[in-house]
């Protein structure tokens, strides 16, 4: 019914930077909203920053201040922007999209994209 293509993982040396992409297409009405989590090894998935379909936008304590997230509503993409990235924030990167369905089905759903991983050497 939807689909999510990620984009933009990678190795990337400490203090470097990345953006990753997810687009969704499919069976779409609307989307509620956008996110990324992340999950390193042998560690829970954490949500790292969310936005709403009005613009709002929140962020995990450990990445406010370097990373960014946006979203092209005209292309059901959102983009996570990565700057001054540490070891730590190595982990795989999920996309995750709440999505209401279009009729019949008319109903409310998340999304998860199948991961990206970002490794930062240190």
């Known amino acids: 019914q939807v689909q999510l293509v990620e984009s933009g993982g990678g190795l990337v040396q400490a203090g470097g930077s990345l953006r990753l992409s997810c687009a969704a297409s499919?069976?779409?009405?609307?989307?509620?909203?956008m996110g990324w989590y992340r999950q390193a090894p042998g560690k829970q998935r954490e949500l790292v920053a969310n936005?709403?379909?009005?613009?709002?936008?929140s962020y995990a304590d450990s990445v406010k201040g370097r990373f960014t997230i946006s979203r092209d509503n005209a292309k059901n993409t959102v983009y996570l922007q990565m700057n001054s990235l540490k070891p730590e924030d190595t982990a795989v990167y999920y996309c995750?999209?709440?999505?209401?369905?279009?009729?019949?089905?008319?109903?409310?759903?998340?999304?998860w994209g199948k991961g990206t991983l970002v490794t930062v050497s240190s």
């Open positions: 499919g069976s779409i009405f609307s989307i509620n909203g």
């Open positions: 936005i709403i379909s009005g613009g709002s936008t």
């Open positions: 995750n999209v709440r999505v209401t369905l279009t009729p019949p089905y008319y109903y409310t759903r998340d999304y």
